[in-house]
């Protein structure tokens, strides 16, 4: 999957993106085989080495935060559940998906400063949040790279309830 929305694989999917791209974690590797390449034609010291070292040591820390990634900042929505990074909220607990945040306001909406859900402390970078309000009457941030797909596919999950 890539980090925006995909086609999901699974019929009972409705939205989903993932929160990193496994892609990512060879182009460390690949920068440092063309650099290996390079000083192979052009110069007089090949560093054996420190390429393959620095290599490897590129590859194990975007692994690690690719993991990170899609574990925090993974997003899922079944008819049944919302999950955004580790947290889920079963979407009969949502009451309203409110309206978009407007850019040119002078007072943000009340949603805006709301807690965002999952286990971050505020929205995850690049994502943007989508105001909703709770059965019981809180509102939380839910957040997505395609906030557009993401409300489109709640509002068709939520019987189109808008506030």
Same mark, same amino acid.
């Given at each position: ?34 650099? !290996? ?6 110069? +007089? &010291?090949?560093?054996?080495? %420190?390429?393959?070292?620095? $290599?490897?040591?590129? #590859? ?21 559940? !919302? ?6 909220? +079963? &979407?009969?607990?949502?009451? %309203?998906?409110?309206?978009? $945040?407007?850019?040119? #306001? ?35 941030? %839910? ?21």
């Amino acid at each position: 999957m890539s980090g925006t929305a995909a086609t999901p694989t699974d019929p009972d999917v409705l939205f989903e993106e993932s929160g990193g791209r496994w892609r990512t974690v060879v182009y460390g590797p690949l920068i440092c085989v063309v650099a !290996l390449v390079i000083e192979l034609f052009t110069g +007089p &010291v090949v560093h054996w080495f %420190a390429l393959p070292l620095f $290599a490897v040591i590129l #590859a194990g820390i975007v692994a690690v935060q690719v993991v990170a990634a899609r574990r925090h900042v993974t997003v899922t929505l079944t008819r049944e559940m !919302l999950r955004q990074g580790a947290e889920e909220l +079963p &979407v009969a607990d949502i009451a %309203a998906v409110l309206p978009k $945040a407007d850019l040119y #306001a002078d007072d943000p909406q009340r949603w805006e400063s709301s807690r965002s859900l999952g286990e971050l402390s505020g929205i995850p970078r690049r994502r943007k949040g989508i105001g909703l309000r709770l059965r019981d009457g809180s509102l939380v941030q %839910a957040w997505a790279r395609d906030d557009d797909g993401l409300r489109d596919a709640l509002l068709d999950c939520t019987t189109g309830t808008r506030s």
